[in-house]
């Protein structure tokens, strides 16, 4: 216990700035935190600290010893915050991220019973289109499409999900040279999501029968919102690449029509399922654990819906004198049922 506490002093100290900040903030005088100090640089046997009377600093033992004890530090907090929470009911703060796109569509009916359900809990829901590293940004589940490739990540599926479609307005199909193949792209204004800053051209990907093909397309409109991208396709500014989720009623009503259907086509992957993703722990915290079972329950309820958005999708092509690919095929026979 000594040495915990000469680790958490540590890390006070650093904190600070110095060691009188320190025991301010510990309620400790500076003695006795440079006493404690020098106890836990004995005990390791190494300095910690380069002491003048006018500055502080870490040796470069210190800084390796320093960037460790952190770690472990937070690794014992967790613990004991998981195992306290283990006993309890579902509490907290509860930090989740997905895309609009699917909040609105899948979720935003169904997060009041949630809350309802479990009061000890203070949802913290946030919006982007591309997930984020969940450590680095504290987020407790992230709800997205695509299955990430990362070993130290929880994942449970939640649906099939609905394939991407490219899709334009009629007005600007009408002004526009038809479209016969992917290479056709090239001369179409493309307007996309925002992946990197960096990049000057999008990156589409399309499938075919020797592999995965790229094509780097360009238009007068890159954004990192789903839903501006859609209003501006439908507005007849040019051809967009979305799920089909955020098209099937204005297709089913013909403000867009479908382009390109026998082409498999993403920005981003083709795994088109929606996912759970949440960290690796032995000790799954009680607000994660029902969450994400709420999360199964809610989409397992949007079976059906899922199926007639691809059924919509499938029924609208800008290609009447061809068969359209058959848009359930990302739907599992049996539903989504249980995973």
């Known amino acids: 216990m000594e040495t915990l506490e000469g680790m958490r002093l540590l890390l006070k100290v650093v904190e600070c ?10 309620g400790q005088s500076p003695a006795s935190v440079s006493r404690k100090i020098a106890q836990l640089e004995d ?5 910690l600290f380069n002491r003048t009377s006018r500055s502080l600093s870490l040796t470069h033992i210190g800084e390796v010893y320093y960037e460790h004890v952190a770690r472990i530090v937070g690794e014992i907090d967790n613990l004991n915050i998981a195992i306290s929470e283990q006993q309890s009911v579902p509490r907290g703060t509860l930090n989740v991220r997905t895309q609009a796109s699917i909040a609105t569509r899948f979720l935003a009916d169904a997060l009041p019973s949630f809350l309802e359900r479990y009061p000890d809990i203070v949802l913290q829901l946030s919006l982007g289109e591309f997930a984020p590293d969940l450590d680095n940004n504290r987020i407790d589940v992230d709800v997205r499409v695509g299955m990430p490739d990362n070993p130290d990540l929880m994942i449970r599926k939640l649906s099939p999900g609905v394939e ?3 899709y334009a307005s009629p007005e600007y199909l009408a002004k526009h040279r038809k479209l016969s193949g992917p290479q056709d792209l090239l001369n179409h204004n493309c307007l996309s999501l925002q992946i990197a800053s960096a990049e000057e051209q999008s990156c589409w990907f399309y499938r075919t029968p020797a592999g ?9 409109l ?4 789903a839903a501006i991208l859609h209003e ?3 507005s007849g500014i040019g051809i967009g690449l979305l799920p089909a989720w955020m098209a099937a009623d204005d297709l089913a009503t013909g403000r867009a029509v479908r382009i390109l259907p026998n082409v498999e086509m993403t920005q981003t992957v083709f795994d088109f399922g929606l996912y759970a993703v949440f960290r690796k722990s032995d000790l799954i915290l009680p607000k994660v654990r029902v969450f994400v079972d709420f999360l199964v329950e809610t989409l397992r309820r949007k079976d059906a819906e899922i199926s007639r958005i691809a059924m919509k999708a499938r029924r609208q092509s800008a290609e009447t004198d061809r068969r359209a690919p058959d848009a359930l095929r990302w739907i599992h026979p049996k539903g989504i049922g249980s995973r």
């Open 17 to 26: 700035g110095s060691l009188s900040a320190a025991g301010r903030a510990s």
């Open 43 to 47: 005990e390791i046997g190494a300095k």
């Open 164 to 166: 991407r479609i490219l």
């Open 212 to 220: 995965i093909k790229e094509l780097r397309v360009s238009g007068n």
């Open 222 to 225: 890159i954004v990192n919102d």
């Open 232 to 234: 501006a396709v439908i």
